[in-house]
C-alpha cells in the first residue's frame, strides 16, 4: 500500500482556510482516493481539549508566549501520533487545515519568539513530518480581519490581537513561501472560494497524477 499524501493549507485568520480545506477534501475523494479533513489545533480528543484552553480568552488570560508555542507543539504531536501517521501509513490522504507552518508564522514571527526556535520545537512534535504539498492562501491582513469581523462567532484569544502582529505573520508567510517554492504553493485568497479551489486543484495536480 502506497502511503498517502499530507495536504496542508495554511494562512492568516479569514483566508478561507476551513472553506478550501472541505471543498478540497471532496474533489480528492471524487478522484477516487481515501481522504479525511481535519483542523489543528484539534482532531484528536487531547488536541480538542488543548484547543479549548488556547482559543478561549477566559481560560487562557495571561498564557505566556513560549506556553502557547509549546500547547501547540503538544496538540500537533498528539495529532500526528494517533491520527496522521496511522492514516498516512494506511494510504488515506489528509487535507489538514494548518500544520507546522502556523507555528512558524503564529508564535515564531507573531510572538517574536524565532522562527527557527519554534521550527526546532515543531521537528520534535511531529517527528519530522513534513507536508507533501502546502497550500499558502495569501490574503491581506486587512482582508482577512475584515472577514473576521464579518462571523457571527465571537473574535478567539488570538484574532483579538493588534494589526501589528497580524503583520508580522503575514510577513513570515511570505518568507516561508519564497524559501520553499517546491513545497509551498501560493494562491490568492482575495479570490471567491471557486477560484481558490480551481487553483488548489491545480496546484496539487502532479500529487493527484503520481497515483499508480
Known amino acids: 500500500m502506497p502511503r498517502g499524501k499530507l495536504i496542508t493549507i495554511e494562512g492568516l485568520d479569514g483566508a478561507g482556510k476551513t472553506t478550501l480545506a ?63 501517521e496511522p492514516l498516512l501509513e494506511s494510504g488515506r490522504w489528509v487535507v489538514l487545515d494548518r500544520f507546522v507552518d502556523s507555528s512558524l508564522a503564529y508564535q515564531g514571527a507573531g510572538r517574536n519568539l524565532g522562527v527557527e526556535r519554534v521550527r526546532d520545537l515543531n521537528r520534535f512534535a511531529t517527528g519530522d513530518l513534513t507536508p507533501d504539498r502546502t497550500l499558502y492562501l495569501r490574503v491581506a491582513p486587512a482582508t482577512g480581519r475584515a472577514r473576521q469581523r464579518a462571523r457571527p462567532e465571537a473574535a478567539d484569544r488570538l484574532e483579538r490581537e493588534e494589526g501589528e502582529f497580524f503583520a508580522r505573520i503575514a510577513d513570515a508567510y511570505n518568507a516561508l513561501a519564497r524559501s520553499e517554492p517546491v513545497r509551498i504553493r501560493e494562491i490568492d485568497a482575495e479570490q471567491n472560494a471557486d477560484a481558490v479551489l480551481r487553483d488548489a486543484l491545480e496546484a496539487i495536480a502532479d500529487l493527484i497524477a503520481m497515483r499508480p
Open 22 to 84: 472541505e471543498a478540497l477534501r471532496r474533489e480528492i475523494e471524487a478522484r477516487g482516493f481515501a481522504v479525511e479533513a481535519l483542523r489543528e489545533p484539534g482532531g484528536v480528543t487531547i488536541a480538542e481539549q488543548i484547543r479549548e484552553l488556547l482559543k478561549d480568552p477566559a481560560d487562557s488570560d495571561g498564557l505566556a508566549d513560549r506556553a502557547e508555542a509549546l500547547l501547540y507543539a503538544a496538540a500537533r504531536a498528539q495529532l500526528t501520533d494517533e491520527k496522521l
